[in-house]
Structures are given as structure tokens and as C-alpha cells.
């Protein structure tokens, strides 16, 4: 349907006025609810009431254009029609990006893409409102194919993004509300990313666990954690030649990092190259500082 619950409204309106964002794109506009209260609350308030005099730009991304009636063309400065999967990579930025009831309607894979997509594209925050869990299914409605609900969705989906969590309670089941800001804690959104791709490989999905992953270790290359369970996530997936790179270039600019050169060196060996693996140990064994039991470690390689 092209309206929503209103149980979130109050909520997520407090946020939208509090950041008085100067561009909002409306994921799935639908009826046009972000439209009309954004409009009426960050231009309208301002006392700029007639549309000559607006300044807040609020455009509307929706899949089906029979929804669109001439009240959404009047309270939107543009609205685009087509697929977010398709448009996701190539809209602007803006300062705020509202996804209401839309992730829901793809596939899983698509949806964690997509949300990733609208993450870099927000300038200052993303807002994402989805029914959370079992209970809400959906079937095509109005002629429209993209009413199924194609996927189910929980408050850990969204560790990779450091967010402000609500959650409400409707007869369907859990409804929630997640505010990400961009100003958020790199070593909050490191360790969020890091718990999401564990939770990715415990399901059996590496593809979406090494993206997680490989965020974490753009965002922070010298984090030990990451690059070891980057590491081991890698191995999993039988991506050993992966897994030898990253250590190599690992110690290359963490000479200190000691673990890694035992964890090289092993690989190596069970990579049939035991003179490349020699040959870390003995790098390792030639520095300084070495703890006992890696010594030990190294020189078993070693000899």
C-alpha cells in the first residue's frame, strides 16, 4: 500500500526536525506522508508558505507511478520513478534519506545492498522504518508487484550502521525504526560491521560477511581483530591466495604485528610452500620483543 503505520510518526519526525536537514530524498513516497510533514515542518513552520518561497528540497524515489496523484507532485520538489536497486548507485547525496516500508520488499541480498548504497549517499543521516520478524506477510496489491514482501528483517541487520533503535509493538508483530547518523564512532561502526559479518558467516553467507568485513577493514586497516577474522573468513571461503595477501600487506605496515607472520607462515606451509613460510618464521625470530610461545611457534616453522 502506499501509506504506512502511523505508530513511528511522532518519533521519527522529532529527529527530522532536530537535524533540519536542506535535502531529504523519500525512498517508496508512496501517499507522500514524508513529503507533506517535512515540507509543512522545516519550510512551512519557517513561515515560508508558499512554494516560491521554499528551501528545503525534498525529492521522492517511488517504484509504482500509479501512486503518484498531483498532491506528491506538489509537495515534492522532484520524484523520480523507477527501481532503488537500479537508482540506489546513482542519486545525488543528501543531508537525510527515509526508506519507509521499502527494504521489505526485496530479496535479502538486494536489501542489505541497497541500504549499504543509501548509507554512503546520506550526507548526515539514514532513517529506515521496516516491520521486523515473522507476521507481516504481504501480497501484491493494487496492481502493484512491488507490495510482496520478499524478505524479513531484525534489529541485528542493522549493527553495521551505529543507529538509534525504536521499536513498536502492532498486532502484525515488531515494527522498528532506525536513525543512523552519519557522525557516528568509527570504532562503533568497525565493531558493528565486524558483528555483522560474523552473523553472516554463522548463517553460511561468506559473499555478505567479506563485504562486511572488508568495510570494516577500509574503514580501520590496522585493526588486529579485523584483519585476523578478515583472515579467517577468507580461509573459509577457500580464498587462501586472499588470505596470503592481506597478511603480507599486513606486516608490511605492522612490522609489530607479530601474530601475523605465525599466521602467514602456517598458511604458506599448508599451501605447499614451506620455504615461504620458513622464511617468515625466520622473520619473525630475527625481531625483538617476540612473546615465548610465538617464538615457539615460529622456530617449529622454522626448523
Same mark, same amino acid.
Given at each position: 500500500?502506499?501509506?504506512?503505520?502511523?505508530?513511528?510518526?511522532?518519533?521519527?519526525?522529532? @529527529?527530522?526536525?532536530?537535524?533540519?536537514?536542506?535535502?531529504?530524498?523519500?525512498?517508496?513516497?508512496? $501517499?507522500?506522508?514524508?513529503?507533506?510533514?517535512?515540507?509543512?515542518?522545516?519550510?512551512?513552520?519557517?513561515?515560508?508558505?508558499?512554494?516560491?518561497?521554499?528551501?528545503?528540497? #525534498?525529492?521522492?524515489?517511488?517504484?509504482?507511478?500509479?501512486? #503518484?496523484? =498531483?498532491?506528491?507532485?506538489?509537495?515534492?520538489?522532484?520524484?523520480?520513478?523507477?527501481?532503488?536497486?537500479?537508482?540506489?548507485?546513482?542519486?545525488? /547525496?543528501?543531508?537525510?534519506?527515509? !526508506?519507509? &516500508?521499502?527494504?521489505?520488499?526485496?530479496?535479502?541480498?538486494?536489501?542489505?545492498?541497497?541500504?549499504?548504497?543509501?548509507?554512503?549517499?546520506?550526507?548526515?543521516?539514514? $532513517?529506515?522504518?521496516?516491520?521486523?520478524?515473522?507476521?507481516?506477510?504481504?501480497?501484491?496489491?493494487?496492481?502493484?508487484?512491488?507490495?510482496?514482501?520478499?524478505? /524479513?528483517?531484525?534489529?541485528?541487520?542493522?549493527?553495521?550502521?551505529?543507529?538509534?533503535?525504536?521499536?513498536?509493538?502492532?498486532?502484525?508483530?515488531?515494527?522498528?525504526?532506525?536513525?543512523?547518523?552519519?557522525?557516528?564512532?568509527?570504532?562503533?561502526?568497525?565493531?558493528?560491521?565486524?558483528?555483522?559479518?560474523?552473523?553472516?558467516? /554463522?548463517?553460511?553467507?561468506?559473499?555478505?560477511?567479506?563485504? @562486511?568485513?572488508?568495510? !570494516?577493514?577500509?574503514?580501520?586497516?590496522?585493526?588486529?581483530?579485523?584483519?585476523?577474522?578478515?583472515?579467517?573468513?577468507?580461509?573459509?571461503?577457500?580464498?587462501?591466495?586472499?588470505? #596470503? &595477501?592481506?597478511?603480507?600487506?599486513?606486516?608490511?605496515?605492522?612490522?609489530? $604485528?607479530? @601474530?601475523?607472520?605465525?599466521?602467514?607462515?602456517?598458511?604458506?606451509? !599448508?599451501?605447499?610452500?614451506?620455504?615461504?613460510?620458513?622464511? $617468515?618464521? /625466520?622473520?619473525?625470530?630475527?625481531?625483538?620483543?617476540? =612473546?615465548?610461545?610465538?617464538?615457539?611457534?615460529?622456530? =617449529?616453522? !622454522?626448523?
Amino acid at each position: 500500500m502506499p501509506v504506512s503505520t502511523s505508530v513511528h510518526i511522532t518519533h521519527c519526525l522529532r @529527529y527530522i526536525i532536530t537535524l533540519r536537514p536542506r535535502s531529504i530524498l523519500d525512498i517508496g513516497c508512496g $501517499f507522500g506522508m514524508w513529503g507533506f510533514l517535512s515540507r509543512m515542518y522545516l519550510d512551512v513552520a519557517e513561515e515560508r508558505v508558499q512554494p516560491s518561497d521554499w528551501k528545503l528540497r #525534498i525529492d521522492g524515489l517511488e517504484l509504482f507511478e500509479p501512486y #503518484i496523484l =498531483s498532491h506528491q507532485r506538489s509537495l515534492y520538489s522532484n520524484i523520480i520513478i523507477g527501481d532503488v536497486r537500479e537508482l540506489a548507485p546513482k542519486v545525488d /547525496q543528501y543531508d537525510l534519506i527515509i !526508506a519507509g &516500508d521499502v527494504i521489505e520488499h526485496l530479496d535479502k541480498d538486494d536489501g542489505e545492498e541497497v541500504i549499504a548504497q543509501l548509507y554512503d549517499k546520506a550526507k548526515r543521516a539514514l $532513517f529506515v522504518n521496516i516491520p521486523l520478524g515473522d507476521g507481516w506477510d504481504h501480497p501484491e496489491r493494487h496492481g502493484n508487484p512491488g507490495e510482496l514482501h520478499r524478505s /524479513q528483517w531484525y534489529v541485528e541487520d542493522f549493527l553495521p550502521y551505529p543507529n538509534v533503535t525504536e521499536t513498536f509493538t502492532l498486532p502484525n508483530g515488531a515494527y522498528g525504526s532506525f536513525f543512523c547518523p552519519k557522525a557516528c564512532d568509527l570504532g562503533d561502526r568497525v565493531q558493528g560491521l565486524l558483528m555483522a559479518s560474523d552473523r553472516r558467516r /554463522q548463517e553460511g553467507r561468506l559473499d555478505r560477511a567479506l563485504k @562486511y568485513a572488508w568495510q !570494516a577493514h577500509a574503514i580501520d586497516p590496522a585493526n588486529q581483530d579485523v584483519i585476523l577474522f578478515l583472515t579467517d573468513t577468507l580461509l573459509g571461503n577457500r580464498d587462501m591466495n586472499a588470505a #596470503i &595477501d592481506l597478511l603480507q600487506k599486513t606486516i608490511e605496515h605492522q612490522p609489530e $604485528f607479530h @601474530y601475523a607472520y605465525v599466521a602467514l607462515a602456517r598458511i604458506l606451509k !599448508a599451501n605447499q610452500q614451506p620455504e615461504e613460510a620458513k622464511q $617468515f618464521a /625466520q622473520l619473525l625470530l630475527a625481531q625483538s620483543n617476540v =612473546s615465548a610461545d610465538l617464538r615457539s611457534q615460529a622456530e =617449529s616453522i !622454522a626448523g
